[in-house]
Antibody
Framework: EVQLVESGGGLVQPGGSPRLSCAAS????????MHWVRQAPGRGLEYVST????????HYANSVKGRFTISRDNSRSTLFLQMGSLRADDTAVYYC?????????????WGQGALVTVSS | DIQMTQSPSSLSASVGDRVTITCRAS??????LNWYQHKPGKAPRLLLY???TLQSGVPSRFSGTGSGTDFTLTISSLQPEDIATYYC??????????FGQGTKVEIK
């Protein structure tokens, strides 16, 4: 059974730098590109970042570029999101998701999400 | 950036009704369009990808059509468990992609 479990969320002060983790199981992690998607309170889903299966290619939404870093450890089947210079509008539930690996980039499995609240 | 516009933003329908949600892209995206169901506190669920391909395990009352810029998600007979917010997502600009703003479906 495919499972994605996020951790590392919580209450963070403005300007803080938490790191989210996403532990994957039930599939060969190193075969799949992975993504982070977030949902701010009362808002819709928003793309955050992508990393290729080998970890060599990364992409970011303009809203987080230069502040967030996506990475992965294929030996530990874990995805990371290093967040930095956090602002109030980064408050959201952060989901990790697996790329199905076909054209159109559908995300076929998602974690339950990790809430990050940016507040002093 | 490719913008995705869904309509309506919310709807209320009776059990057994046919429900249609539309999604329009700001530019041509071929059939690179996916649909998700999202219930509060749950992980989003992939329903259809490449506009019309039903994801494994998804009931056949869900269907999708469209190509180019205009797409439709149809629930042929609304069930109580279908209460959720539905999102379209374009993958044409993959690996960066965008979602529609969502359509909240409620039972009348």
């Amino acid at each position: 059974e495919v499972q994605l479990v996020e951790s590392g969320g919580g209450l963070v002060q403005p300007g803080g730098s938490p790191r989210l983790s996403c532990a994957a199981s039930g599939f060969t992690f190193s075969y799949f590109a992975m993504h982070w998607v977030r949902q701010a309170p009362g808002r819709g889903l928003e793309y955050v970042s992508t990393i290729s299966s080998d970890g060599f290619r990364t992409h970011y939404a303009n809203s987080v570029k230069g502040r967030f870093t996506i990475s992965r450890d294929n030996s530990r089947s874990t995805l990371f999101l290093q967040m930095g210079s956090l602002r109030a509008d980064d408050t959201a539930v952060y989901y990790c998701a697996r790329d199905l690996g076909v054209p159109a980039a559908p995300l076929d499995f998602w974690g339950q999400g990790a809430l990050v609240t940016v507040s002093s | 950036d490719i913008q995705m516009t869904q309509s309506p933003s919310s709807l209320s329908a009776s059990v057994g009704d046919r429900v249609t949600i539309t999604c329009r892209a700001s530019q041509y995206i071929s059939n690179f369009l996916n649909w998700y169901q999202h219930k509060p506190g749950k992980a989003p669920r992939l329903l259809l990808y490449a506009a019309s391909t039903l994801q494994s395990g998804v009931p056949s009352r869900f269907s999708g059509t469209g190509s180019g810029t205009d797409f439709t998600l149809t629930i042929s007979s609304l069930q109580p468990e279908d209460i959720a917010t539905y999102y379209c997502q374009q993958g044409y600009s993959s690996p960066v992609f965008t979602f529609g703003q969502g359509t909240k479906v409620e039972i009348k």
